[in-house]
């Protein structure tokens, strides 16, 4: 069985995943849609304009500010459009190689049917705006 997004489904990207373990595949759509949404820009989705993380390089706050405002904001992003994950907890992480960078960490319960567990990310915003997230 496939496990995916419906565009992920469609787009192919669940093909990849065929005969890996059901927690694997969530998991990786769950990567997947975290990196999409980290890098959409609040404003920038006609339907939902709350939809998106604000532009962090407008911030006009110190360093510990603007982590701080963009923590609070990918927290709450998390929790209101990705239904599979509760009790979401971002935590800002210092990144000593770029100072344009935010690093954070991803922690939150998975929930997909009986599928209940654990599971933390680590998510890279860079000074163009994309966003990267692994687990772990």
Known sequence: MRYGSLFERLG???EKRVGLSRDVC???SVVAHLSQMLGIRAGSVQTLADFGLPDLNDMRLSLHDARSQARMAIEAFIEAYEPRLRNVCVTSKPDST???RLSFSIDALLEVGSLKQRVSFSA???GSG???VKQG
């Open 124 to 126: 890279c915003l860079d």
């Open 130 to 132: 994309q966003a990267r």
């Open 12 to 14: 192919g990207d669940a």
């Open 26 to 28: 969530v998991t990786a």
């Open 98 to 100: 770029d100072p344009l």
